[in-house]
């Protein structure tokens, strides 16, 4: 496999053709931020929070898919950078709980970010779902970054249960016609669960545990949920 050689924020490495800016700047030890991106996903390349830039290049590119090339001169947090990852965070913010997301507190401080920036902005109300005795979703948490709906795709589990539905501003996570979760294709494997990064699929375990229900009885409510979904009650 042929060898490319770049610049990396004033350093140079050699790395395969085919390895991506994200994966060439971690062999420097440099951490691009990053939402959306999981390493053993396909990119979805939605949350535009890895842009780089490009020197050379009119516009920003997302260092989770684009490929290193001979030559080239990349700066990963630029004042250009920085700001797009900042607005990208203050947009997010304006819309979404990210109370839970684990890495957001951290960029925050890092770039400087003022959650209250867009205060005025539209926020995406979500519905919240109890549907089974697995997992709840909480889609006001929901970054939209289609790693659940990757994951029961193609990525792992190819069971298509979850779905994008709505278009623009209004765009969201659903499942066909959207049906309660026992009425789809869903196999309740927690893949989603696993690889969503916001808190917005909880194992239900968790969920009980955070609204104070005991571990002892932890069993006795799944059951009793259980039993509800079964009797329609
Ligand atoms: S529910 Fe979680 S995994 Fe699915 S799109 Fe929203 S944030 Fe991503």
Redesign the pocket.
Known sequence: MSSITLTIDGQVVRVPAGTTLLQAAERLGIQIPRL?YHPHMTPPTVCRLCVVEWEGARTLVPACVAQVREGAVIHTASERVQRARRTILELLHSAVDLSETPDVARYDAELGVDPQRFVDGVWREAPFYDDNPFYV?E?E?????????Q?CGDDMQFTYA?TLGGRGFHTR?TTFFDAPMPETTCVFCGN?VG???????KGMDEYLLERGVPMALLREEKQRRKGRLETGR
């Not at 948490?141 to 709906?149: G, Q, S």
């Not at 690889?195 to 699929?201: E, F, K």
């Open positions: 959306c979703r889609y948490k929901c970054i939209l970054c289609w790693r659940c709906v994951a979850l996570i989603c690889v969503c990064p916001t808190g917005a699929l």
